[in-house]
């Protein structure tokens, strides 16, 4: 997705969340690839979203992260629940369906909670 227009790419990080819904619904939910492509594909949305502030495109990345891993949103802000949902997927990675790679998800929890948490 590095090297194609932004809409292309919006059009194929779309596709491939469906393609991880469905293999969710089919009862991959604890696949670690599946996990780590979720993780990959929200934390770029979230670098593309972040830094322009859109509130409605924050909802939608929020809705996509509950359709795939199920988290509540109750009346919290949606960087607090989108950070919460990346920490949660990250730790599960980490102690329970990629443990080989347990720091490197360690790592990656911190990092978004350092860049995109608390906003």
Known sequence: MDN???SEATSLRKSALEFCR???REGESNN???LAAVVDLLTEKLDETYPKEESETN???LQEAQT???CSIDDEPIATVIDAFIHQICKDLAEKHDVIRR???MFMQRDLSERFGNK
């Open 4 to 6: 194609c227009e932004e």
């Open 22 to 24: 469905s293999l969710q």
């Open 32 to 34: 670690s690839f599946l």
């Open 59 to 61: 909802e939608a990345i």
């Open 68 to 70: 795939v891993r199920s």
């Open 103 to 105: 720091e490197y998800w």
